[in-house]
């Protein structure tokens, strides 16, 4: 089995390869800088939790209305001028909400949801057409190791940038002359963080602009065109427990670094560290989904791994310590890493590749409502039931997602999308 699997990652064509490491660049920006730095700069702004709340929700929600329309924007477009067009759009937002500082104060609230907004809406171009990209540049033999890549290396990615976010505010406040809780060391790290967008795009641009023969030929039934009605109860039943999902994941992504740096007082040095080791530890949890899906199967998987991931949150709520935190987002991270692959593949082989884009949509549709609605009650739930609560109902949402996958795709059906 060893052999077998990694005699497949050879089987991963030029466009892939390009992609996955445009991949890992945005990991580093927008996963590793950006989620430490984000908060920070805000907190030192002078805006609260509710506002950073509102800032992630505002974005979330523009994720989630606009997934659709950019899915049929990719089949249109074509899924890479789609992506491109995506990266470009959020490199020229991040540039300019990293200058808010430089803005009137009267005007920072507006020009920081303003920009924020549209940052999500290059993102959610790029996020919506991976999938379709991927699926046409693989075949069924080294699908899962393509996805599996795609999602490890953008921890990967996140690890490093984790620790450049919490490292970078710190050189920059000597530059300047000025104190780490200054908001100054931290425009520069988000400028910085968007200007490591440029070689990705030209990466993307690299690719070809029709996809290659994949070494594996695709089986007969994955035909390019829609053979019969649209599969809405199987796409909204997928779509429902990834909101679920991510709403959980939510309350530790938007809320992991204000909880460290407000409520335990913890330095930002050790904010992106743990931000960067809780990322670090999904990428070998991610890389072996391949062999746990060949064994268990695709269902089992997802289960399993959104209830493991239920429990980092437990640990996260549970003990106000920054080695309790840390552990948690790390149980958080891998496992949800590895559920997040599963569903990705899982949605896009059980329906025909004529509805791999309104999958797609729906998924991060369905994902950015999650993601706003836990962002927005939670940046206000804080303020009544504290970061605690925030963490368990966000623990919550992860147990409903897994049980309702448990109750609608039977064990039974576990390779439905390998018929």
């Known amino acids: 089995m060893a052999t077998a699997y990694l005699a497949k990652w050879r089987l991963l064509r030029r466009d892939v390869i390009l992609f996955l490491i445009a991949q890992t660049l945005l990991g580093i920006t927008g996963v590793g800088i950006n989620w430490v730095a984000l908060n920070l700069y805000l907190l030192r702004?002078?805006?609260?939790?509710?506002?950073?709340?509102?800032?992630?929700?505002?974005?979330?929600?523009?994720?989630?209305?606009?997934?659709?329309?950019?899915?049929?924007?990719?089949?249109?477009?074509?899924?890479?001028?789609?992506?491109?067009?995506?990266?470009?759009?959020?490199?020229?937002?991040?540039?300019?909400?990293?200058?808010?500082?430089?803005?009137?104060?009267?005007?920072?609230?507006?020009?920081?949801?303003?920009?924020?907004v549209l940052a999500s809406v290059g993102m959610v171009l790029y996020f919506v057409n991976f999938a379709p990209f991927l699926m046409a540049r693989t075949g069924l033999a080294e699908r899962d190791h393509a996805f599996s890549a795609f999602v490890a290396l953008e921890p990967l990615g996140g690890f490093a940038g984790s620790l450049l976010g919490g490292l970078l505010p710190g050189l920059f406040a000597g530059i300047l002359g000025v104190s780490a809780a200054a908001p100054g060391p931290f425009r520069l790290t988000l400028l910085t963080a968007a200007l490591l967008l440029v070689p990705a795009i030209l990466l993307l641009l690299a690719t070809s602009e029709s996809p290659l023969a994949p070494a594996v030929e695709q089986p007969v039934e994955e035909r390019p065109a829609k053979g019969g009605p649209a599969p809405v109860a199987l796409i909204a039943a997928v779509a429902l427990c990834l909101a679920l999902w991510l709403a959980g994941r939510s309350s530790a992504d938007t809320f992991f670094n204000v909880y460290l740096d407000t409520t335990l007082a913890a330095p930002t040095g050790l904010i992106g560290a743990l931000q960067g080791i809780?990322?670090?530890?999904?990428?070998?949890?991610?890389?072996?989904?391949?062999?746990?899906?060949?064994?268990?199967?695709?269902?089992?998987?997802?289960?399993?791994?959104?209830?493991?991931?239920?429990?980092?949150?437990?640990?996260?709520?549970?003990?106000?310590?920054?080695?309790?935190?840390?552990?948690?987002?790390?149980?958080?991270?891998?496992?949800?890493?590895?559920?997040?692959?599963?569903?990705?593949?899982?949605?896009?082989?059980?329906?025909?590749?004529?509805?791999?884009?309104?999958?797609?949509?729906?998924?991060?549709?369905?994902?950015?409502?999650?993601?706003?609605?836990?962002?927005?009650?939670?940046?206000?739930?804080?303020?009544?039931?504290?970061?605690?609560?925030?963490?368990?109902?966000?623990?919550g949402c992860m147990v409903a997602g897994a049980l309702l996958f448990w109750i609608y795709f039977p064990v039974r059906h576990a390779e439905l999308g390998r018929r």
Not at 73 to 84: K, Q
Not at 94 to 100: D, F, K, N, P, R
Not at 304 to 319: D, K, M, S, V
């Open 278 to 395: 809780g990322q670090l530890v999904a990428v070998p949890a991610v890389l072996v989904m391949p062999l746990l899906v060949a064994r268990w199967g695709q269902v089992r998987i997802i289960i399993h791994g959104g209830l493991a991931a239920a429990l980092g949150l437990l640990l996260l709520g549970l003990i106000p310590h920054w080695s309790a935190a840390g552990f948690g987002l790390m149980a958080l991270t891998a496992c949800f890493s590895i559920t997040n692959a599963t569903v990705i593949v899982y949605g896009q082989e059980i329906v025909e590749a004529g509805w791999r884009e309104t999958m797609s949509g729906a998924l991060n549709a369905a994902g950015g409502f999650g993601l706003a609605a836990m962002a927005l009650m939670g940046g206000h739930a804080i303020l009544s039931v504290g970061y605690r609560g925030v963490f368990l109902m966000g623990m």
């Open 45 to 116: 702004l002078g805006f609260d939790p509710p506002f950073i709340g509102l800032v992630h929700a505002a974005s979330m929600a523009t994720w989630a209305l606009l997934s659709l329309p950019a899915g049929v924007l990719g089949g249109r477009w074509g899924s890479r001028r789609a992506m491109i067009g995506g990266l470009v759009l959020s490199g020229g937002a991040w540039v300019l909400s990293s200058q808010a500082e430089l803005i009137p104060t009267s005007l920072r609230p507006g020009w920081l949801l303003a920009t924020c």
